[in-house]
Structures are given as structure tokens and as C-alpha cells.
């Protein structure tokens, strides 16, 4: 017997209740879901409220804040502009933004696009400067502190490094080049076209957005609490949609009203390194693998939101999804959507390894510290019969092994994070790899290691006061109760180091995660150079004392 089609869509609209039943509560926020299929919006659901204070309901209709989900609407329209021959995505971008700073490296729009400029991301500048992401961050402060720098973080086209600063600089590069701001070329050109008619990036915090969602997270006691966000920059972050209109934009990829195929082949296909090397990114787009099928995707964090969005080429199917308060599990949500909608008839599923019981062999060899070059020491340790993961300053986590050899933090094979041992051929283990089993990455290997323990005067002979030029700020360096501390007039507490090598210290803070003390020949201290959440090598020189 043949089922009907209305039989069908009503179980697959059981199922994904069935989904997002924990995002009903009522009460706290929620979530817009909305599924395409075939050039149909085929599911536009909301879940859970958008304004507590006034029990305002969450309706595909809601306006959410994407976050990093509006670099793909960047990046088009600079790829709209690069067809159109108005800009070559191999220009030096200092022909169009002069501000920058001359590195001595020519770096290009397509470095930008790519994240493989080596310019240090503009989050975590801001970090490390004092300034409060809950502050009013204004483009033009990030444009100020972009032409401050004297350093990048790697030589242009070399490496992968995650860098908003790379996106609100073609936010800037739109502007030049087509005379208008991003928001008005892409409310002319990409959302007009499209019928998409409320979508728009929100450059000024102070407009009024009707039907808006506001940001929450939990706070102790677990109840809500406003989370604030006073962006007025955009390019890398910025738009304000509906998931309604994402699945309008879905649409666009295989019935392109907007660039046409050309363009949409271009934003989908990920770039490479000079050198060849494959990497993950392409136009504000990722590859990845959900349920079996291959999508392109992107997420999206600020304050309390979170964005997803992945469009499956070969299927003509995308899932859009719009929180006002912090998803970690977007992995799991969208593999079950697929399921729900392409694989309730096929069957096809997405193996995950499964979990498996460690001999207490292995548990002892992997036991200890693991370093790489610029990421905070990780510490394995064995407790009680398992095995525990511990970065600086942060809580353990249980280690899960795979009956395939690779062990992760619980979810590491569906969301690419996993990782295996290195062995010498005395079968010790020399390292660890982090590696991506699904799409090309650059591997990360942090090798083993001994670490450093000062004495109470090796640490006190650091204590004084760095300064950055570039940032503008100084940092004061203390020992306090045996750790080595830092403050500036603008830490509410201290950042707390611990030692990894002789001279390197670790910490919790994204923005200054690593420092690496730097010495004359003489053996006396000159200053130090900070690594943390996607910048590299930035320098503050000891203050002399009179």
C-alpha cells in the first residue's frame, strides 16, 4: 500500500517535535527551525519564547542575530563583485584599504575570504586590550586597531586561522568598491532579488528591530539571565534574519536568481594554501557530512544566539536553525533532521564508532602532557579506571575511546573532533594528533612533554609591568600565592598562569591563553609574547623601572 504524502509530512512534523521537545519549556528561550527540500520551505516551526520578560513566542518570522552565518552573505557579495570585474579576489587589499598596515606581505581579498591572511582575529584583540565584548564594539574601533598591528600571526597564505578581522574587512572592501555599505549592496543586490525582505545587517545597535529575539543565557540556580550584544560592526557577524528567509536563501543554490551558477560553484567549493594544502573553508562556507550526505554549513556565536545553517548540494535540501540561547548540540539537531526527512525511506545512517572499554595498558601509556606551538598544555590523566582531558584552568573531561583506535571528548565523530596516539617504535607514546575524519584539516600534532616547574624566584624575577604598543595597554605580572598572575586597570580578576616549559605559561582566558617570556642574550627578561584564541606573537615589552 502507498502511503500518502499527507501521512508522511504528518509523522515527519511528529518527529521533529519529538526533536526539539526540550526547546518547548515554557518559560525560556528557544529556537526557529526551518527545513528546505526541492526548492519547497517543506517545515518553518518556532520553539520556545523570544522575549521572556513578555512571553513573546518564537515563530519562523522571529529576527534572530546570526552571528559568523553572515560571512556566506559577505563573502557573495564579494564574489558578486570579483564576477562583475569591479575587484580580483587576488588584489592586494591595501589598494583598497590603506589603513592596513604594510607587512611586508601582500596579503588579498581571497586571503581574507579564505581565513588564510595571518591577521589576528579582532575578538580576541579586543580581549587582550581590556575591552568587554558586552562593550558597544564599532567598526571603525576595529579598523583602528587593524592598522596598530606590526605583525601577523602567520605569512599570508601559509596557514588556516579562523579571523573575523579578515570579514570586516571586506565588509570594508564592499564599500569602497561598490560606494555603498554592506547593507545596502546586499539589500540591493542578493535579498531584493530573492524576495527576501526583512533580512538586513544591523550596523547600527541602537535601530529598533521589530519582532526581534533577545539573548539569554543561564546563570547560577540555572536561571535566565539577559546575555548583551552591542555589535554595531558587520561583515564578519551582523545580520539579522528570519528562518524563514534562510530558506529563501537556500533556495538560491540550485535556482540561483542571485550570481548564478558560477557564483554559487565558487562559494561552495573550499580553498587551498599556496603550498596545495587543502582546507576547510571556503566563501563564509564549510564542508562536512551529516546522516550520510555531504553538506555545506556554518554556525554562528554572539552573547546568547546561535546560528546554523547547512544547504546539502547533491540533494537540494538545507536545515536552517535560530537560538536565543546557547546550543551545543547543533550536530545532533541537524543529523536527526536529515534522518527525519532523507533517510526515514533509505535507511542510510552516519556510523559512529562505537564506544569501547580501554585496557589499563593504554589508560598508563597515554597518561601525561601534551604541548604544540601555540595551544594551551593539555594534561591526561588517569583516574579511578578512565581516563580525564584537562586544558589550563579548565575542568576535566572524560576521555571516551572507539572501537576504531581514535578517543575524543564524547562527541567527537560527528562533529570531525577526534584523536590518536603517536608512537615511537618502542610503542611509547610520543604524541597526539588532532585530526579531522571527514573533511581536510590541518593537523595539529601536540607532542609529549616534561613540563617546567619554576622555583618561587625564577617567578619572582618576571614580576613587573609589559606594554603594548598595539593594543595600547600594560599588563602587570605578580606572583601570588606561588602562581605567576596578571592584571591590567581593566581585569576584574587576575589571569592565573601554569607553567607548561621553561619560560611558557598557560591560562583559562581565550585571548591570552599562552604567554612566552622573551630574553636578551644576557639571560634578562625583555618582555613577552602572547597566544590565545586566534592570535599569535603579540608583544609586550618589559616597562624599565628608573
Known amino acids: 500500500m502507498v502511503r500518502s504524502t499527507a501521512i508522511i509530512d504528518q509523522e515527519q512534523r ?35 519564547t523570544a522575549i521572556l520578560e513578555h512571553s513573546i513566542p518564537i515563530t519562523p518570522q522571529t529576527m534572530f542575530h546570526a552571528a559568523s552565518v553572515s560571512k ?59 575591552q568587554d565584548i558586552d562593550n558597544r564594539l564599532r567598526q571603525q574601533q576595529i579598523l583602528n586597531m587593524v592598522a596598530r598591528q606590526s605583525d ?10 579562523y579571523s573575523n578581522t579578515g570579514y570586516t574587512l571586506l565588509a570594508e572592501v564592499v564599500r569602497v568598491v561598490s560606494g555603498q555599505t554592506l547593507r545596502e549592496f546586499t539589500r540591493e543586490r542578493m535579498f531584493h532579488p530573492l524576495g527576501i525582505a526583512r ?14 529575539a533577545l539573548s539569554y543565557v543561564q546563570g547560577k540556580g540555572s536561571a535566565w539571565r539577559r546575555a548583551l550584544l552591542n555589535y554595531d560592526n558587520v561583515g564578519a557577524t551582523g545580520l539579522v534574519t528570519t528562518a524563514e528567509d534562510l530558506l529563501k536563501w537556500a533556495g538560491n543554490f540550485a535556482r540561483p536568481v542571485v550570481g548564478g551558477r558560477a557564483l554559487v560553484e565558487q562559494v561552495i567549493t573550499p580553498g587551498a594554501l599556496h603550498d596545495g594544502t587543502a582546507i576547510n573553508y571556503g566563501f563564509g562556507l564549510m564542508r562536512d557530512q551529516y546522516a550520510g550526505h555531504e553538506a555545506v554549513v556554518h554556525f554562528g556565536a554572539d552573547a546568547g544566539f546561535r546560528a546554523a545553517f547547512a544547504y546539502f548540494p547533491t540533494r537540494d535540501f ?46 598508563q601509556a597515554l597518561a601525561g602532557h601534551y604541548l604544540n606551538e601555540f595551544d594551551p598544555l593539555v594534561v591526561l590523566q588517569e583516574e579511578e579506571g578512565r581516563l580525564l582531558w584537562r586544558a589550563a584552568g579548565g575542568e576535566p573531561n572524560p576521555v ?30 610520543t604524541g597526539i594528533d588532532d585530526v579531522a575524519r571527514k573533511v581536510p584539516a590541518i593537523v595539529r600534532p601536540r607532542r609529549r612533554i616534561e613540563p617546567a616547574i ?16 598595539e593594543l595600547d595597554i600594560t ?40 604567554i612566552e617570556i622573551a630574553r636578551d642574550a644576557a639571560g634578562q627578561v625583555t618582555g613577552f609574547r602572547v597566544h590565545g584564541g586566534r592570535i599569535r606573537n603579540v608583544w609586550f615589552a618589559r616597562v624599565q623601572t628608573p
Open 14 to 48: 511528529v518527529s521533529v517535535d519529538a526533536l526539539f521537545d526540550d526547546f518547548s519549556v515554557r518559560g525560556s528561550p528557544g529556537l526557529a527551525v526551518g527545513v528546505y527540500q526541492r526548492g519547497v520551505s517543506v517545515l518553518l516551526r518556532g520553539y520556545g
Open 72 to 130: 556566506q552573505f559577505t563573502a557573495c557579495a564579494v564574489a558578486l563583485l570579483a564576477l562583475e570585474g569591479r575587484l580580483d579576489l587576488d588584489d592586494d587589499i591595501r589598494t583598497m584599504l590603506p589603513f592596513v598596515p604594510d607587512f611586508g606581505r601582500r596579503i588579498t581579498v581571497r586571503h581574507l575570504v579564505h581565513h588564510t591572511s595571518g591577521l589576528r582575529d579582532q575578538w580576541a584583540l579586543f580581549g587582550l586590550g581590556g
Open 152 to 161: 601577523l600571526n602567520f605569512e599570508p597564505g601559509t596557514d588556516f586561522l
Open 199 to 212: 533580512t538586513f545587517f544591523h550596523d547600527d545597535v541602537t535601530e529598533i528591530v521589530p519582532g526581534a
Open 318 to 363: 538545507a536545515v536552517v536553525l535560530l537560538a536565543n540561547s546557547p546550543v551545543e548540540d547543533w550536530t545532533r539537531l541537524i543529523h536527526g533532521l536529515v534522518e527525519i526527512y532523507l533517510n526515514s525511506a533509505s535507511g542510510l545512517r552516519d556510523p559512529v564508532p562505537a564506544a569501547v572499554s580501554p585496557d589499563a595498558v593504554r589508560l
Open 400 to 429: 571516551v575511546f572507539r572501537n576504531d583506535g581514535t578517543f575524543d571528548l564524547g562527541n567527537g565523530p560527528r562533529n570531525g573532533r577526534y584523536y590518536r596516539e603517536r608512537r615511537d617504535a618502542g610503542g611509547r607514546v
Open 454 to 469: 619554576p622555583t618561587l624566584d625564577e617567578l619572582q624575577q618576571l614580576a613587573g609591568d609589559y606594554r603594548s604598543p
Open 475 to 514: 599588563y602587570t605580572l605578580t606572583v601570588e600565592s606561588g602562581r605567576l598572575s596578571a592584571r591590567s586597570i581593566w581585569t576584574a580578576e587576575p589571569v592565573i598562569f601554569t607553567p607548561s616549559l621553561r619560560d611558557r605559561f598557560d591560562a583559562e582566558p581565550w585571548w591570552m591563553s599562552t
